[in-house]
């Protein structure tokens, strides 16, 4: 099956700094995710973004489909921002393959 | 739209009892799944239905996890007889899917399990 590969695993910033996530997938999918994981579980949607480049206020993100990865930019962090970020894929119409995540911790 | 909820949110039992979450999915939704999470990991994909039907189960971890959802609305996971190793949050997801739809799933807050 797909393996989903989540790069750094932790993070630690300033407020302020900028951010780049990444996430390798080894085979082609339909479905590419990112979420935040809030410090009570919480998964919140950041983006659905198989393919393309999208952007929403701070946070935008890349997927190069071709290339199998995706990129997670987060602008003049927040302590807010602070959680997992998760990316999951999807090969199947179901089920999310998920990796490991990224641990960010931004500093006040 | 009110977003997916589960209940309970915090589950503490006592090994060997059985236990029984629910879950709401987005109402227009058609797809509701089930994720298992421990600790430092991400989820791990359970179960899912499509309206009433269970299209996947062969993923429930063992013949003491068993989910329905009798109306194609609402869920149920049950763990029989639990042991301390199903110790975990259990999350549970819905979208609509449809084959011009993308299959975007949305989640609730979880519930978190802990057994004695």
């Known amino acids: 099956g797909i393996q989903v590969e989540q790069s750094p695993p932790d993070l630690i910033l300033q407020e302020g700094a900028n951010s780049t996530l990444r996430c390798n997938f080894s085979?082609?999918?339909?479905?590419l995710q990112w979420f935040h994981q809030n410090p009570w579980g919480q998964l919140i949607n950041l983006f659905y973004?198989?393919?393309?480049?999208k952007q929403n206020g701070r946070l935008s993100a890349t997927t190069v489909a071709t290339e199998r990865y995706s990129l997670l930019y987060i602008s003049s962090s927040q302590t807010t921002d602070s959680g997992v970020y998760f990316c999951?894929?999807?090969?199947?119409?179901?089920?999310?393959?998920w990796g490991a995540g990224t641990k960010l911790i931004i500093k006040p | 739209d009110t977003g997916v909820s589960q209940d309970p949110r915090h589950k503490i039992t006592k090994r060997g009892q059985n236990v029984t979450f629910r879950c709401d999915p987005i109402?227009?939704?058609?797809?509701l799944y089930w994720y298992r999470q421990t600790l430092g990991q991400g989820p791990e994909f359970l179960t899912y239905?499509?309206?009433?039907?269970?299209?996947?189960k062969s993923r429930l971890l063992s013949d003491r996890f068993s989910a329905e959802r009798p109306k194609g609305s609402f869920s149920t996971l049950e763990i029989q007889r639990t042991e301390q190793g199903d110790s975990a949050m259990y999350l549970c997801a819905s979208s609509w899917t449809s084959p011009t739809a993308r299959n975007e799933q949305f989640f609730g807050p979880g519930t978190r399990l802990t057994v004695l």
């Open positions: 085979d082609s999918v339909n479905n």
């Open positions: 239905f499509q309206n009433e039907a269970q299209l996947e």
């Open positions: 999951a894929v999807g090969e199947s119409n179901y089920q999310l393959i």
């Open positions: 109402s227009e939704h058609n797809r």
């Open positions: 973004i198989p393919s393309g480049t």
